[in-house]
């Protein structure tokens, strides 16, 4: 009994030692040097080819499967002349490359991270519809890849794009424009690589996304695989809904053309007389709004069909040169009314004058003067018979416009008259069409 206890007090410490002894083991373990050891393991010379596709699903011969994701970080410009937009956006790849399994340690190793594209196999995806882009450098580059243990790739990058956007103009700038994002692969067909958009929620936009002169309504993804004579390529897009802002429009161009056209009116109002201030208004009309015009079409490009600003401005340079031809008919009819008023005077005076020599003649010649009163007296008669006619007919009805348009003498005075009314209604019919046709339309029809 006396020698069976000290054995099991020594084997207690004995125990107790060992357990200390792994504890401090682990405490001490280095993990920055274990991921070292496991991408040596993986990566190493002969070890791993980055020039050999991954496995297709389940480890099949199938082509591999290549989740994409994007996050939007900003749109920096839309531009009409160029037809292109800039964006910002952080891209991410994830595919399962069996060839990068590797023990996590017991859950301690969530993932290995690397900042060198080229230690491991990338899909070779291209931005179809790019003009120009860079990536980003600093401090360090933006880009990074995790391995998981169960052999899964995310590849991650920050760059900046310049992508072309054909736009219809034909509703500018009540117009909503389609932006695509086109990504497909370069040289692997789909028997080889397949992109497919993440389960989920592919594409993220950056809340308060803020655009100058746009509002980005919604957006939409979809594939848009493509054959060529040598072969199928995968491809995967992202449609951008951007929707003209139109106050900017509105404020700039809508409200100062109005201005410039009711400005034009005024004319009607100043005496036919004043040569010098009705054409200076309206030559100065006139050559503002061609200006603006000009202005206009000089931020959008040439195309070849007409635009809604188009018909705006087309409308009231119109009604502008039409107020300014309106002067020139009420000059041509001053002049016509003044001839004809001299034409009348100087047809008075001669009545005048010869009504004057005939009295004097009667005067003269006393012989004729009995014989002269009867026809006077028989005159007389025949007048006051025509007088109790006249009380007993009817006056003729006259028409509202022309008894309006009586009070007016003139020629000139009633087109002036007429101007004033027919120009600011034709204005508002016409106005009353154009936006109940651009702002009421179709979604179809824009389509």
Not at 188 to 207: A, R, S
Not at 216 to 236: M, P, Q, R, V, W
Not at 264 to 283: E, I, Y
Not at 330 to 344: F, G, L, P
Request: aromatic letters at 10%; charged letters at 20%; glycine letters at 4%.
């Amino acid at each position: 009994m006396d020698i069976s206890r000290p054995s099991c007090s020594l084997l207690i410490l004995l125990a107790l030692y060992i357990l200390q002894l792994a504890g401090c083991m682990n405490a001490k373990i280095n993990f920055r040097e274990k991921e070292k050891q496991i991408l040596d393991q993986i990566l190493g010379p002969g070890r791993y080819d980055a020039r050999i596709r991954p496995s297709g699903i389940n480890g099949t011969d199938g082509p591999a499967v290549v989740s994409v994701n994007i996050f939007v970080r900003s749109i920096s410009k839309i531009d009409d002349v160029t037809m292109e937009y800039s964006v910002q956006l952080t891209f991410r790849e994830q595919w399962l490359d069996e060839r990068l399994k590797f023990n996590n340690l017991g859950g301690r190793l969530k993932y290995l991270t690397l900042t060198e594209a080229n230690r491991v196999w990338m899909p070779d995806l291209f931005f179809s519809n790019e003009k120009e882009g860079h990536f980003h450098n600093i401090i360090m580059p933006n880009v990074y890849i995790r391995i998981f243990p169960n052999g899964n790739v995310l590849y991650s990058i920050r760059i900046s794009l310049t992508l072309s956007c054909p736009m219809n103009l034909k509703l500018y700038p009540l117009d909503k424009q389609t932006c695509s994002l086109r990504m497909a692969s370069y040289g692997w067909t789909t028997d080889d690589l397949v992109f497919l958009w993440k389960e989920g929620d592919p594409v993220q936009v950056v809340k308060n996304l803020h655009l100058p002169r746009f509002t980005l309504e919604k957006f939409l993804t979809d594939y848009c695989n493509s054959k060529t004579n040598t072969g199928e390529y995968s491809c995967l897009k992202v449609d951008l809904l951007f929707k003209r802002e139109f106050s900017y429009y509105l404020i700039q161009i809508y409200i100062p053309c109005c201005m410039l056209v009711i400005v034009s009116w005024v004319s009607f109002w100043l005496d036919q007389g004043a040569v010098p201030a009705r054409v200076s208004l309206g030559v100065t009309t006139l050559l503002t709004m061609a200006t603006q015009s000009s202005g206009i079409n000089a931020s959008l490009p040439p195309v070849s069909y007409t635009k809604a600003i188009d018909v705006w401005t087309g409308v009231c340079l119109t009604f502008v040169f039409g107020a300014l031809l309106e002067f020139a008919l009420v000059n041509y009819a001053s002049r016509s009314d003044m001839h004809r008023e001299n034409m009348k005077k100087s047809r008075r005076e001669m009545e005048a004058a010869a009504s004057l020599d005939a009295a004097s003649d009667l005067l003269d010649t006393d012989s004729n003067t009995t014989f002269a009163m009867k026809p006077l007296v028989r005159g007389g008669v025949v007048d006051t018979k025509m007088r109790q006619c006249e009380i007993h007919m009817s006056p003729p009805r006259k028409n509202c416009c022309r008894l309006w348009m009586s009070k007016f003498p003139t020629r000139s005075k009633r087109i002036d008259v007429i101007s004033r009314i027919t120009f600011p209604l034709v204005f508002a019919l016409f106005n009353l069409a154009y936006w109940s046709t651009y702002l009421f339309r179709d979604e179809d029809e824009e389509k």
